[in-house]
């Protein structure tokens, strides 16, 4: 017997053998080892996963690739050697291309062997086939020279990523910045993180990098209000806190009184209705939280100065009209007195006008009359909107022990003039507007037939999800045509106004309602967004690529131009460490191993996710859960991928690859403006994102003018003093 001694003699006979097998038909339940492959790995049964895939291996089936799948199996579960020896075996096989060899450079960097990971990348950027395996090639080429302490040598290939990756760009410019302040160039690295947070303002890791850059070269205000921003994002980050405040010490003067937010001198509405205004009908009206947080509750004032636009009344909470005689254009003020706790009103010349402890109502002549509230003071302004804002309909001032808090009631209709306006980008197509102003009047309607019951009575707050409300200021003219247009009509399920939600982005693919952990959600199903269905993910491999690439051109979500890049496809790198400290708000776990998702819907977004720790596991099973300790009011979604870079045995830092931005559930408003653009009319567009919901016209039903009271334990009015008010003279 002769004994083959030549290695690539053996290698070749191999890859014969496996060509072979890829050209022979698949034997028949290869479908079915498949489809129950990927069911396990969704459900988070990974051995069972790998068992079906090694089955698959045996077959000799190209698709969906066997040794690409267990890699990508095998990583998640932390069995890192495992996970590039499956890499290397199918970068080995015959046309991988840049993707295979890209993950194959991941792996070698995931185990800090960073000569292999350098010319697994270089590869790849020779075996690539679409710009996005290009940038993705040069992107690591930058890491694989930053963590080999080469910053200089990670410019380049850096450099080349950001023209070549324009969903990328963000994660690539914080690189570059790491890049260029280790190489000594602070003024290329502040530009750097500049770039960064102006592509992604949800990019934590830039924003911490940039402060901490301005304050270590004595930019203190522009340092103080980075650390703001952080703090929007996550008000319990102490040490964003801790600093701001030191911070604030050393700038001259009031520094919020220089923060760069809306400020509006007068009322720009005109008080007469606009064309076509006077032919809407009367409609419900609604209660709007104002300056509402990230808890959802309107933040507590202490001082404001208001105008209206017309002439003015102001009522007590009793329904007595206390001043009457209000001017149009005149400034007044309303502050809290803390020894007392009485609010204080002051016109325009600064005498007391009136006294309370009890709510009142600020009331313009007039439908279309506004009130334009300023430079409002707050006991604690994080994550709060404190710009100006000219608002529709009444004011309600309800005070607090530490106090007051802002409601406005304005018609239905008229509330919608801002929302609408504030959720699409300007020049929007008026399809899209009119599909929104539907969608927004059927989510305000079931939000007011469901609201919790609170001391404020209201309906939504003006930060809610797809309702975003900053009144008069935002309104555009093409948004209050189409909520005139489309007045009254809504949404239905069975003859009810449903439950709708709306988001930002899909990624391509929406996700079903009934999986969104979301009460009364189930009939939000998962649509393909697109002319073309396309399934969800087959495959962890088919899951992998959707988040690395660049999103199909035939999704809807891509077809207007007008959303960034990010929104649809975004990359983060998250550093181990800062999710160890946002874990230990829950509970000790140690040093963090991984990031393991136990669970995925269809659509392969994570349902719940495993944070191992050295001491213990955290199991996060809900997407704010997840945010909170991922990536605190920035996660942009949850479908997204994980690719660890190991430190040993302890996670260094976790590269997240992600599609879309939002929860995904109901409306995509990408969408929505993509087929608009297409030409699509406003119903068609509204039946492909809601095939089991119905459009209704309803006859609306006059807004209420009085201000209802508060009611007690049992139900019954409290019993309430009348105010006192020096200045109100009986008639």
């Known amino acids: ?33 498949a489809a129950s492959a990927w069911n396990a790995f969704l459900q988070g049964n990974m051995e069972q996963a790998l068992s079906a895939f090694r089955y698959l291996a045996t077959l000799g089936i190209s698709y969906p690739n066997p040794d690409a799948n267990l890699a990508l199996t095998t990583r998640d579960l932390g069995r890192h050697d495992e996970a590039l020896t499956h890499w290397v075996k199918a970068s080995l096989t015959e046309g991988a291309g840049g993707f295979i060899w890209n993950q194959r450079g991941w792996a070698y960097a995931a185990q800090q062997r960073l000569p292999e990971a350098r010319d697994s990348f270089l590869r790849a950027v020779e075996r690539s086939s679409t710009t996005a395996d290009q940038a993705e090639a040069q992107l690591g080429l930058g890491m694989a020279a930053r963590m080999g302490s080469q910053p200089r040598q990670a410019l380049p290939p850096l450099r080349a990523a950001l023209v070549q990756s324009p969903f990328a760009m963000s994660a690539v410019s914080y690189e570059a910045a790491k890049a260029s302040s280790a190489a000594g160039d602070k003024y290329a690295a502040i530009a750097y993180l500049r770039q960064c947070a102006t592509l992604d303002p949800l990019n934590i890791e830039c924003l911490r990098e940039l402060a901490e850059i301005h304050a270590r070269t004595g930019e203190n205000r522009s340092a103080w209000y980075v650390y703001l921003r952080l703090l929007a994002l996550d008000p319990l980050d102490s040490q964003s806190a801790r600093k701001a405040r030191k911070l604030q ?35 419900p009206s609604i209660r709007v939280a104002l300056f509402t947080g990230a808890d959802a509750k309107p933040a507590t004032a202490t001082r404001l100065f208001f105008m209206c636009s017309s002439n003015f009344k102001i009522i007590a909470a009793s329904g007595d009209v206390v001043k009457d005689d209000g001017q149009a254009q005149h400034q007044w003020e309303i502050s809290f007195r803390p ?18 402890k009890q709510a009142l109502r600020i009331v313009p002549g007039g439908r279309q009359a506004s009130v334009l509230l300023k430079s409002v003071r707050f006991v604690n302004s994080v994550g709060v909107d404190i710009g100006d804002r000219e608002l529709r309909g009444s004011i309600e001032v309800l005070p607090t022990p530490y106090g007051f808090k802002l409601v406005n009631e304005a ?55 797809g309702l975003r409300y900053v009144g008069l200021s935002d309104e555009m003219r093409e948004a ?77 979500c891509e077809a207007s131009g007008l959303t960034p890049p990010v929104a649809s496809r975004w990359l983060r790198i998250l550093p181990a460490k800062d999710i160890a400290q946002r874990a230990e708000r829950i509970r000790s776990i140690g040093a963090i191993r991984g990031l393991r998702a136990v669970r995925r819907s269809p659509s392969g977004r994570v349902q719940a996710l495993e944070v191992i720790g050295s001491k213990d596991t955290l199991l996060l099973e809900s997407a704010k859960a997840m945010a909170d300790v991922l990536s605190p009011g920035s996660l942009r979604s949850t479908l997204f991928t994980v690719q660890p870079l190991m430190s040993g045995s302890k996670a260094d830092r976790f ?28 119903p068609i567009i509204l039946k492909h994102y809601f095939p089991d919901l119905q459009v209704s016209s309803r006859l609306a039903s006059p807004a209420p003018t009085a201000l209802a009271p508060a009611r007690g334990p ?18």
């Open 480 to 556: 209050s045509a189409a909520v005139r247009e489309t007045a009254g009509i809504v949404l239905t399920r069975n003859g009810e106004t449903a439950r709708i939600m709306q988001h930002d982005n899909c990624g391509g693919v929406t996700e079903d309602g009934a999986r969104s952990g979301e009460a009364d959600a189930a009939h939000l199903v998962s649509v393909s967004d697109g002319e073309k269905p396309q399934a969800p993910s087959s495959s962890p491999d088919h899951l992998e690529q959707w988040t690395h690439e660049y999103p199909a051109a035939d999704r809807y």
């Open 411 to 465: 018609g239905l209709e008229e509330y919608l003039y801002g929302v609408v306006s504030a959720a699409l980008p300007h020049n929007s197509p008026s399809e899209a507007y009119k599909a929104l102003a539907v969608a927004a009047r059927t989510q305000a309607l079931w939000e007011k037939a469901h609201r919790t019951e609170s001391l404020e009575r209201v309906d939504v707050n003006d930060a809610a999800p």
């Open 655 to 682: 590269i997240l690859w992600g599609a879309g931005t939002g929860h995904g559930v109901g409306l995509c408003r990408a969408g929505t403006l993509g087929q608009a653009s297409m030409g699509r009319k406003w």
């Open 1 to 33: 017997m002769k004994i083959i001694q030549k290695p690539a003699l053996i290698l070749a006979l191999l890859g014969n053998i496996q060509c072979a097998w890829a050209q022979a038909p698949a034997p028949a339940d290869a479908a079915t080892t």
């Open 249 to 283: 010490e050393y700038i001259p003067g009031d520094p919020e009184s220089t923060l760069p937010v809306r400020r509006l001198a007068h009322p720009l509405n005109a008080a007469e209705p606009q064309q076509g205004e006077s032919d809407t009908p009367p409609a």
């Open 339 to 356: 020894e007392n706790n009485i609010v204080e009103l002051r016109d325009n010349a600064r005498n007391i006008q009136y006294t309370t």
């Open 714 to 731: 049992n139900g019954a009015a409290p019993q309430r003093r009348k105010p006192k008010n020096p200045h109100w003279k009986k008639k």
